[in-house]
Each structure stands twice: as C-alpha cells, then as structure tokens.
C-alpha cells in the first residue's frame, strides 16, 4: 500500500491524498489528473499563518498539501478550535457557495497549500457531476466529523475526550499515509489541546494523567506515544465509522456511480 501512495504522490504531488482511505478508490486517472490541474499556486505557511479569515470574500478554495490547519471562532478574546484539518483536505471548500466563511482558517506550525479559483471549481461542477459529488462528499466528511466533535463534548468526560481526539487524529493521519504504529508528532500545544475539547489547561493536565495512568498513552512537545492504541480507544468508545473509512459506513467505488 505504502508503494502504491508514493506512485501516486510522484503522478500527483499536490493532491494524491486528496480522498485517501475513502472514495479515492471512486475516482478516475483522469479525474485525479482533473484535481491535480486545478491547483494554481502553491505557497508554504507559517504556524498561524492565516489560510481564510473570517468574513473575507472568497473566490478561492485550498487544499492542504503538507502539515496541518486549524478552525478557530474568536469570542471574548478566546480563540477557540472547532476543527482540525490534515493533508489531502480540502480546508474551505464550502466557501465555493457561502463566499464568506464564519471561522478563521489557520496553519498548525509549518505547511504548504495549494490554490484553487472558485472558477475552475464551476467548471468542474458544470463538467464532471461525478467529480462534482466526490468534491461535495468531500465537504459532507467535515460535517460528519464537526457532530462527533459536538457529541463527545457532550457525552465524554476530559480524559475521554482527549483521548477521542488522539484516536481520531491517528485514525486519519493512517488514512492519507502518515499514521504511525505507536502515535504521531504534530505542532499542537496543550493549551490548543485543551480548547479542542472544551477544557481549560489545568483541567487538561488532569486528563492526561488520567490518559497515561489508564492508557499508558502520554501527550508531550506535541507527540503522542500511545504503546496500546486499542487500550486507548477502548478508553474513549471511539468508532471511526463517521470518518467514512473503512467500516460499516464506508462507500465502496461502486455504490458511487451516477
């Protein structure tokens, strides 16, 4: 598998983990060739750079080729992160047709994205329905994940919860080809952590304790070390089916014809 993901990076660099561990398999060479057409520039991020601001008009959409982005609501001078995005995703596809997003967009440490006018996306829409549904089932994944966000908040506690957030940042990392066996290292602060899950700082120090005493998992300089992944989703209840991966939820190619 790790052989196939490097042909196809080499054929397709800016967006051969665009779908990855979903409906990738559903698309034709040449409607990967199409995606990969359609970037127009490329550019590399600092951490916290922006990518979108709120309330700007938008006639571009980004996809994230390398490193990480974070969604962020400023209210009452918190900056409060309501999402996390990886690479091969399509950051703010929705404002194709909202043109002004309501969250800022942010690059988490270093990153480089790929440039995409919303008029070349038209063309597309107008062009390639089957394309047009595999880049709308691409918004539909952030929706999926924004509920699970808002269901764990409600129904985990601290510990849970961030043990919910490790889970699924690996279970998505493996899906495009960067996970590890053991954890992953990405530029995320305890802090940043901590508003992920609806927590303060103290409350989540607390938690990762609790995590390493019931899990063996630690969370330090943004890495993970998670000697028993099943322990720790255990710990949490995780199930991954609403990443649209592999699972009872998952579209075979074929179930996605027009």
């Excluded at 196939?4 to 054929?11: F, S, T």
């Excluded at 980004?62 to 990886?86: D, K, M, P």
């Excluded at 480089?112 to 329905?129: C, E, L, M, T, Y």
């Amino acid at each position: 598998m790790a052989s196939n993901l490097q042909r196809e990076l080499q054929r397709f660099p800016r967006t051969g983990r665009f779908l990855r561990g979903r409906l990738r398999s559903a698309m034709a060479d040449q409607e990967m060739q199409v995606v990969e057409e359609l970037i127009e520039s490329e550019h590399k991020l600092a951490g916290g750079e922006p990518i979108a601001r709120r309330g700007a008009e938008c006639s571009s959409s980004t996809i994230l080729v390398e490193g990480f982005a974070i969604r962020v609501i400023e209210r009452r001078g918190h900056a409060h992160i309501v999402g996390l995005q990886v690479p091969g995703d399509f950051v703010d596809l929705p404002a194709f047709a909202l043109k002004r997003l309501d969250h800022d967009i942010l690059a988490l440490g270093e990153a480089k994205i790929g440039r995409v006018s919303h008029a070349r996306i038209r063309q597309v829409i107008d062009r390639q329905p089957h394309l047009a549904r595999l880049l709308w089932f691409a918004t539909l994944l952030d929706a999926a994940i924004h509920r699970e966000w808002i269901l764990k908040l409600e129904d985990l506690n601290a510990a849970q919860r961030v043990a919910h957030v490790f889970c699924e940042i690996c279970r998505r990392l493996d899906m495009v080809g960067l996970g590890g066996p053991n954890g992953f290292s990405l530029p995320l602060t305890q802090a940043q952590l901590a508003s992920m899950c609806g927590t303060t700082a103290v409350h989540m120090s607390r938690a990762l304790r609790r995590l390493r005493d019931e899990t063996g998992a630690t969370f330090r300089h943004g890495k993970l070390q998670c000697p028993d992944p099943a322990a720790l989703a255990q710990f949490c209840e995780f199930d991954p089916s609403y990443l649209y991966g592999p699972g009872e939820l998952q579209l075979p190619g074929g179930d996605y014809e027009d």
